[in-house]
Each structure stands twice: as structure tokens, then as C-alpha cells.
């Protein structure tokens, strides 16, 4: 029998996990970014090496890891549950995957939003400097004018990410690779199912990119907002 | 364990990095073969190739180990090609586009004196545009190879033994904690070698490639030598 709810609760899981992840993933890059631009040298090669690391190593790699350590030394925890289908004795491992996708991407996010602000170019950037605004607003001004820049990249990046939550099937926590999986092996019917997941992923995909096209063009710095604006209809 | 993770677990060798290697090598260079094609393809028929540019997009939205998994199940693909055939096909991907983006941008101006100079068109795309187009997407293929040598690890799920899968059977059956991180750790610090290595030996041998490509097309092309 073949059972939709359980591709539904595949879903759920991979959104969850690829959304908590990503937004880990994304904070750490801004962190990894910062110190990475740091002017105290120590903590800008200590960011840099963190960078090249989590870069250089396989997600796959971090999620076993990941898994096997908190399979071994992680017998009860107070973590809320929050990933549909887990049951409530693996949710810790669970958390623990999605700490590893989320240091799977940092490094490749932080390097994105190093490189859109260097992008800028140091004439605008020395222009920011001069303005005489706090360093709040000054980070707030020169992440408005790099988020066009580095919102296509990072899109691209959390697809990947995306397509890095199915390495959790290596471990009994659920979601969509999993479900595809257990499906095709109950069923028989490997070529329906794994077609499926390809237009499902393809699907998630194909959304993610037009969350990031649609926030792109609302995020845009006012300046090119304006310039297009300006454009005629037909160019 | 060092040795087992960089050859294979004994009797089932070769394993480890040095598998992890050949299908990473094997798998980039049949996908960058059939990217050149896709490009050659698309640039020169824009039109009718947007239905395989659509396939290809859709294709860049499913994840590896979707692919491995379906043609894990190909019946007459042993394991090992079932592998190696999901690696080709996501590499063609995403090597695909780039090399159509970047010969797409190829300039108009050289592209008129190649036909001025009475170039045949064979010619023009093999030892022009072709060149000129690996040339200048050089960083984004090594970007995109990094990729691909790191997701040679999604291979896990079929259980061939490449540096992920030696690096997960060791550590699963590690007698204590500080086996287990030595056996992870060590994996680690390959992967990363040799990620590491891929940055800086892939340009210099490209650019030692390169200089001889331009040496032998001076004595027959001086336009090959100016554009490249």
C-alpha cells in the first residue's frame, strides 16, 4: 500500500530541516564574513581557516559524524521537538544533522557575502565610511547595497543545501529521500518513486529560486530600484 | 586505518581516496566532454536546443543522491557504473551551463576575423572558441569540481567504498571515542588535502597545458594566439 502521507510527512521534514539549517548556516557565514574582514589578524585567519575548512570537507562527512557521535554519546536531551515523523528519541540526532548541514554550508555562504561586499568596490565603500554613521547603521547600509549582489549566489547555494538535507536518510530521521526510499522498497516500484522525488526536489528547487528572484527584486538597493524604474517599459 | 582510508578496507581495493579520486577524475572529465558538446550545441542552435537547456535546468534540481539512487537501479548497471553515471550526469549539469554561458559571450570581433582569415568553422570552435571558452571559465569548472570531488561522498548510499563509506564503516565499528574522532578527523584532513591540492594543481597544470596549446597553434594560427 502505498502511503502518501508518508511522502507528505518526507516533506515536512526536509523544509524543517533545510529551513533551520539554512538559517544556522546563514548566520554563521555572516560571522565567519565578519571575521574574516576582521582588522585583528588573529581572528581574521581563524576565520579564514574555518572558512577553508568547513569548505573542504564534505557535508556527508559532517552529517556522519554528526550522527554517529550523538548515536554514541547522547542518551536523553530537553531539545524541543520539532522535526515531523522523527520520533522523539532521535530528535537529538536530528538536531545534531541539522547542525552539520548548517556548517556544511556556512563556509561556501560566508565566502558569497565576503565577496559581494568586495564587489562594491572601495570607492563606495570608503564613501560609506565617510558618512559618519554608527557601525549599526554603517553594516545596515552596506548590507542593503551588497544584498543584490549576493542574493542570486546564495539562492544557487541554499538549492544545494537543500539537495544536502536527503544525506539525513543515513540516519532514522525523516524526510523526503528517506520517505522515497522506504516507499520504493516497500513498493517495488523503485522508477515511480525515485521520478517522484526527482520532480518533487525539482519542484522545491524551482520555488527556492523564485523566493530568491522575488526577494531580489524587492530588496534591491534603492538606487538600482530607481534606475529601473527610470528604464523604458520595452528595454 | 590511515592506509584503509586512503586505498579501501583490505579486499576491497581499490577504496578510500584513491576511489573517491578515480571517480571524481573519471566522472569530471566524461562530464566536461559532454559540456562541450552542450554548448557547441546550444550556441549554435539556440533556439531548437531550449528544450534540452529546460531538461538541463530541471536536471540541476534534483539532488545527487537522487541520482545515484535511480540509477542504482538501472538493471543492467552494476553498482560501481550506476555511480559513476549519476556523477557524470550531475557534473554535465551544472559544467554544461557554464560552458554555454561562457561561449555565448565569446566576442563578435574574433569570432569575424576568424571568418575574415578564411578559417573553416570546425576550426573556428576547436581551436578558438573552444579554447577561449575553457580558458576564461576556468575558476568556475575548479569551483564546480571542488564540488564534485566532495560530493563523490554521496556515494555512501550505494555502499561503494570511497573515502565517506571507508570513513563511516571505521568509524561505526571504532572501539571508543577517540578511535571514532582519529578515524573522522583523518577523513577530514583528506578530503581537504586534497580539495586543497585540486585549487592549486588543476591551474598549473591548465596554464602548463595552455602555453603549449598557444605554442603549437602560433606556427599555424597567430589569430588562435591573440584571442585565447
Not at chain 1, 204 to 224: K, M, Q
Not at chain 2, 142 to 152: A, E, G, M, P
Amino acid at each position: 500500500m502505498v502511503s502518501g502521507a508518508e511522502l507528505w510527512v518526507g516533506i515536512a521534514g526536509s523544509l524543517v530541516l533545510w529551513v533551520l539549517s539554512g538559517t544556522v548556516a546563514i548566520l554563521l557565514a555572516l560571522i565567519l564574513a565578519a571575521g574574516s574582514l576582521s582588522p585583528n589578524r588573529p581572528v581574521r585567519l581563524l576565520a579564514r581557516a574555518s572558512v577553508n575548512l568547513t569548505r573542504g570537507i564534505p557535508t556527508s562527512l559532517f552529517v556522519i559524524a554528526a550522527g554517529v557521535a550523538t548515536m554514541h554519546l547522547v542518551s536523553a536531551s530537553d531539545l524541543p521537538i520539532v522535526f515531523p515523523g522523527t520520533t522523539a528519541a532521535f530528535q537529538p540526532l536530528a538536531w545534531a544533522i541539522m547542525l552539520a548541514l548548517a556548517l556544511g554550508s556556512a563556509g561556501h555562504l560566508a565566502e558569497i557575502f565576503r565577496a559581494a561586499r568586495a564587489a562594491l568596490g572601495s570607492p563606495r565603500l570608503e564613501q560609506a565610511a565617510v558618512m559618519g554613521l554608527s557601525p549599526m547603521r554603517h553594516a545596515v547600509l552596506i548590507a542593503r547595497e551588497c544584498i543584490a549582489i549576493a542574493l542570486p549566489p546564495t539562492g544557487a547555494r541554499l538549492i544545494h543545501h537543500l539537495h544536502n538535507t536527503a544525506f539525513a536518510a543515513l540516519f532514522p530521521v525523516a524526510e523526503l529521500f528517506g520517505a522515497i526510499e522506504g516507499q520504493a522498497s516497500t513498493t517495488f516500484r523503485v522508477f515511480h518513486f525515485a521520478l517522484l522525488g526527482c520532480a518533487i526536489y525539482a519542484v522545491l528547487s524551482g520555488l527556492t529560486w523564485l523566493l530568491f528572484r522575488l526577494l531580489e527584486a524587492a530588496l534591491a538597493p534603492p538606487v538600482a530600484q530607481q534606475a529601473r524604474a527610470r528604464l523604458p517599459a520595452w528595454s | 586505518m590511515v592506509l584503509n582510508l586512503l586505498v579501501g578496507l583490505p579486499g576491497d581495493r581499490p577504496g578510500g581516496l584513491l576511489l573517491s579520486l578515480i571517480y571524481f577524475f573519471a566522472s569530471g572529465a566524461a562530464a566536461l566532454a559532454l559540456g562541450c558538446a552542450y554548448a557547441v550545441l546550444c550556441v549554435a542552435f539556440p533556439r531548437t536546443s531550449l528544450p534540452l537547456q529546460a531538461a538541463t535546468a530541471l536536471l540541476r534540481g534534483v539532488p545527487l543522491i537522487l541520482l545515484v539512487f535511480l540509477f542504482a537501479h538501472v538493471p543492467w548497471f552494476v553498482v560501481g557504473l550506476a555511480g559513476l553515471v549519476a556523477l557524470t550526469v550531475y557534473s554535465f549539469g551544472h559544467v554544461s551551463e557554464v560552458l554555454r554561458s561562457f561561449l555565448a559571450a565569446y566576442p563578435t570581433a574574433a569570432a569575424e576575423q576568424a571568418r575574415l582569415m578564411g578559417m573553416s568553422s570546425v576550426r573556428d570552435w576547436l581551436q578558438l572558441r573552444m579554447p577561449w571558452t575553457l580558458w576564461r571559465s576556468w575558476t568556475a569548472l575548479i569551483t564546480h569540481w571542488v564540488s564534485l570531488l566532495k560530493d563523490t561522498g554521496a556515494l555512501v548510499i550505494l555502499g561503494i567504498g570511497e573515502l565517506t563509506t571507508t570513513a563511516k564503516v571505521l568509524s561505526e565499528v571504532a572501539a571508543n571515542f577517540e578511535q571514532w574522532a582519529t578515524t573522522l578527523v583523518t577523513a577530514a584532513c583528506l578530503y581537504l588535502g586534497a580539495t586543497l591540492a585540486l585549487i592549486q594543481f588543476v591551474p598549473f597544470v591548465a596554464g602548463k597545458l595552455f602555453r603549449i596549446l598557444q605554442q603549437g597553434q602560433s606556427t599555424s594560427s597567430k589569430a588562435a594566439e591573440r584571442y585565447a
